[in-house]
């Protein structure tokens, strides 16, 4: 089985162009999770989709970032306009949820975005 | 608020030689525990969780964990490291029953020494 697909894997663009991030999660999952690892502040939680629709933002830094998830097979994350401390690498990870109980999160690869 | 902590930020361990990787944590109750490992280039792998019951928890690769509620502590131990083993380890802690909320330490880099 394929896991969860992230695109790009790299990205590298100018401050103030627009980024999006996409994902497919794995089959059948029903949980999408998007998170951002720095050095600094580790790895955080920046959005979940639960069933397509976005249960917990609180983690989304600014209204720059948004996330969509028009389906259950794909989701983005758009950061408009990028800034230098952006730069960072973005997990997207899905779980599926079986009757409330804790389902493991598979990880993406990871898109590793470096603004200029 | 819930928080981790790992307090080796780099480990450096012999091929052969024992591992025990640290992770403390702050709840207010007894969390879910997890331990992820990342390696270069990758996403993060779950190695093992803990969600009740027997404290020693095996996981996958020859890892084991041992929640010690009294310390507020969930350690990782291998007996035996093999260089492949070289990575980034997380511990991460999330509400009982709750499927997302994971909060994660800043990790510890294992290098392996041949």
């Known amino acids: 089985d394929a896991g969860v697909i992230q695109s790009p894997r790299h990205e590298v663009t100018e401050m103030g162009q627009e980024v999006t991030l996409r994902c497919k999660p794995i089959?059948?999952?029903?949980?999408l999770f998007w998170y951002r690892q720095t050095m600094m502040r580790g790895l955080e939680l920046l959005i979940y989709?639960?069933?397509?629709?976005?249960?917990?933002d609180s983690g989304m830094p600014e209204d720059r970032f948004s996330a969509k998830m028009p389906n259950a097979s794909f989701s983005t994350l758009k950061i408009q306009p990028s800034e230098p401390r952006d730069s960072a690498v973005y997990f997207c990870?899905?779980?599926?949820?079986?009757?409330?109980?804790?389902?493991?999160?598979?990880f993406g690869p990871g898109t590793r975005l470096t603004v200029l | 608020a819930q928080s981790v902590t790992q307090p080796d930020i780099h480990i450096t361990v012999s091929e052969g030689a024992s591992l025990e990787l640290r992770c403390n944590y702050s709840y207010g109750a007894t969390p879910y525990l997890f331990w992820y490992v990342q390696s270069p280039g990758q996403g993060l792998q779950l190695l093992l969780k803990y969600f009740s019951g027997d404290t020693l928890v095996q996981g996958i690769k020859g890892f084991e964990a041992e929640f010690k509620r009294s310390q507020s502590s969930f350690n990782l131990r291998k007996p035996s490291v093999h260089w492949s083993d070289a990575a980034e380890y997380f511990c991460?802690?999330?509400?009982?029953?709750?499927?997302?909320?994971?909060?994660f330490g800043k990790g510890t880099l294992l290098t392996v020494n041949p």
């Open positions: 991460a802690v999330g509400p009982p029953g709750s499927n997302y909320k994971l909060t």
């Open positions: 089959s059948g999952h029903n949980s």
């Open positions: 989709f639960n069933n397509n629709v976005p249960i917990d």
């Open positions: 990870a899905s779980s599926g949820l079986a009757g409330g109980r804790y389902n493991e999160q598979f």
